[in-house]
């Protein structure tokens, strides 16, 4: 689960996030729309415990990002819009990739890859078409 409340974050005069509340349940897929410069990757750098928030709390599972960052970051894994590798990869391939990366083994990686609530890794964001076998 995530939780989200009052998250707020300027950048010296520039407000990025202004009293910011979700809740996203456990298992589920959670987009954030919306245009460039919204805020939305700063939401996601502050869920990642990899920015501090300026105001508010933010919590997954249960265990906030600012009190212990470690643990949060052994809890989500981030996989990137445009990945820096290859940008024809699919989101499951991306998936497999991030796996990978963490050390599960290849076939470990790509079940694990498989199991994404709704299928969202079986097709790819950002207005691409999965590859076809």
């Not at 979700?22 to 460039?36: C, D, E, I, K, R």
């Not at 998936?95 to 599960?104: I, N, S, Y």
């Amino acid at each position: 689960m995530i939780e989200v409340e009052g998250i707020g974050k300027s950048f010296g005069e520039t407000r990025a996030l202004a009293g910011v509340d979700m809740s996203v349940p456990a298992g589920t897929v959670q987009g954030l729309p919306g245009p460039n410069g919204a805020g939305k990757t700063t939401l996601v750098r502050i869920l990642a415990a990899l920015l501090a928030p300026g105001t508010g709390r933010a919590r997954i599972s249960g265990v906030d990002v600012q009190q212990d960052p470690d643990t949060v970051r052994s809890l989500i894994r981030l996989a990137g819009q445009y990945p820096a590798v290859d940008e024809r990869h699919t989101g499951r391939e991306n998936l497999v990739m991030a796996g990978r990366l963490c050390r599960l083994a290849t076939k470990l990686a790509k079940a694990r890859a498989g199991e994404s609530p709704g299928s969202a890794a079986r097709s790819e964001s950002g207005g691409h078409a999965e590859k076809k076998a």
